[in-house]
């Protein structure tokens, strides 16, 4: 600090220290926290990626509310679901911009699920969420403009990921709480409103964690009933099915389009006493929305249909679609 006297005025000047170390903790504001971390998935088919959301919600640098982490069309919009959820509920919303980062910022976001963990982020950083409960937990869900919680793809492969990575357990939908609880050893909490995931995460609400109490749960239940009554005929076809089901066999159908090889229906996985397999055919029925089914590409061999690894088995979309072009040029169109 250096005093001079000029015109009889006395001036003060301070001058700053360059050697002085620099605090490294994040900055507050008051009562505010600024940063706050959430861990939540994504779907990569139908295996899921732990995806932690971070929010920044300090007022130096942005001059718009941004999300990055190579974010899709539906999760940058989800920031306008989030900002009224969050008012119709009876919480403030910050009134300048934000940033939230979605990681890894190398894969792609896609869908609602990730509009929970980034209200609970933003409830984090302005400090209405006061403990670190969250950090515990895999958080997801979508959210509606009145706050209510609506159902998500994934669920079972979030639990799974959840015991993967050791956590407590999940905080989701409650449309999807028997879904998730068919993994043992992680607790299902499920939440109907955004407020009642914010009581429970401030330790004000007490909730139990969902169970099926024995109840056996199959994404069949909550898909349409098949049944052979749409096949007509071909008793030969359903023999071989009922048998291959009871062995737990591969089968492979050959046949013209329209003979019913792609709706006859294929009973449920029965020997799989460790569940195994059973929850990824459901991860995979209610990640995807359809059936465990897969179809040979139209050239392939003989000799290679028998060949685990063949690479030209495709999925049975591709083929139709594969189809549909070789009967439009057989009628003379261009490929």
């Known amino acids: 600090m250096r005093e001079r006297a000029d015109a009889g005025v006395a001036t003060t000047k301070i001058v700053p220290n360059p050697f002085r170390k620099l605090d490294s903790r994040p900055l507050s504001l008051g009562s505010v926290r600024v940063l706050a971390k959430v861990q939540s998935f994504i779907l990569i088919g139908i295996d899921p990626l732990q995806c932690e959301i971070e929010v920044d919600v300090s007022q130096r640098g942005l001059q718009k509310t941004v999300i990055v982490g190579l974010a899709q069309t539906a999760v940058k919009e989800s920031i306008e679901r989030v900002h009224r959820a969050l008012i119709n509920s009876g919480y403030a919303f910050p009134g300048h911009a934000l940033l939230i980062n ?8 896609e869908g609602p699920a990730l509009d929970l963990p980034m209200a609970i982020g933003v409830l984090r950083g302005t ?8 950090k515990s ?23 799974l990921l959840a015991k993967q990575k050791r956590l407590t357990g999940v905080i989701l939908p409650e449309e999807n709480a028997r879904e998730a609880a068919v993994v043992d050893g992680i607790e299902v909490y499920p939440v109907a409103t955004l407020s009642q995931a914010v009581s429970f995460l401030n330790e004000q609400l007490p909730l139990e ?21 749409e096949v007509r005929g071909q008793e030969a076809v359903k023999r071989a099915i009922t048998l291959a089901a009871a062995g737990a066999h591969n089968l492979l159908m050959v046949g013209p389009p329209g003979t019913g ?38 050239r392939i061999r003989a000799s290679r249909r028998r060949r685990s690894d063949a690479p030209t088995i495709l999925p049975k979309s591709a083929w139709n679609e594969d189809k549909a072009r070789r009967a439009y040029v057989t009628r003379g169109g261009t490929p």
Do not use: W
Not at 263 to 282: E, I, K, M, N, Y
């Open 102 to 109: 979605l990681a890894p910022a190398d894969v792609k976001k």
């Open 127 to 134: 400090n209405f969420i006061k403990t670190d409960r969250h």
């Open 137 to 159: 937990f895999l958080i997801a869900g979508e959210l509606a403009l009145d706050g209510r919680m609506r159902k998500i793809k994934g669920a079972l492969s979030m639990a």
């Open 209 to 229: 964690p969902h169970e099926l109490n024995g109840e056996p749960y199959t994404a069949s239940e909550l898909a349409a009933a098949h049944d052979f009554a």
């Open 261 to 298: 090889e792609s709706v006859a229906p294929l009973p449920p996985h029965s020997h799989d006493p460790t569940g195994a397999v059973r929850c990824s055919a459901q991860s995979a029925q209610r990640c995807t929305g359809r059936r465990e089914s897969m179809a040979p590409y139209y």
